[in-house]
């Protein structure tokens, strides 16, 4: 029972937090290796198996059946592959539609700008009569 509750929490916790961003790393062969070292790391501790019990990566993994990061770091760069391959291929709907940049003139006049016309009359009509 314990350790299906941890297997809960890393694949809820552990597995996100690691996985993320990581369809556009860069992995070379040492990252590889030392992420694989981590994880197996931790998956022997929650198995119960030390390292000196000569226990396989392959035979923790389907004792616990969990797949390796490393295949679910390939998994989601395939993932992110196909979404851009999809995505370069349909139009983007910003360049089809402009946006529209003027506004358009309110053609409700309110009290205020009622009056304020009423007294730019007036005023132009004082002045003009003024010399």
Do not use: C
């Not at 389907?62 to 995505?87: H, V």
């Amino acid at each position: 029972m314990r350790t299906e509750t941890i297997l809960k929490i890393y694949n809820t916790l552990v597995l996100p937090t690691f996985l993320y961003g990581s369809e556009n790393w860069t992995l070379t062969a040492l990252k590889r290796r030392r992420i694989e070292a981590a994880e197996m790391k931790l998956l022997r501790l929650l198995a119960g198996h030390t390292l000196y019990g000569h226990k396989t990566n392959d035979y923790i993994r389907r004792e616990l059946r969990i797949t390796g990061i490393l295949d679910k770091t390939d998994e989601y760069r395939r993932n992110w592959l196909s979404t851009l391959a999809k995505t370069a291929t349909k139009p983007n709907p910003f360049y089809i539609i402009p946006l529209q940049t003027t506004r358009k003139k309110n053609i409700w006049k309110t009290e205020e700008t009622l009056e304020r016309a009423v007294v730019t009359v007036e005023t132009e009509r004082i002045k003009g009569s003024n010399p």
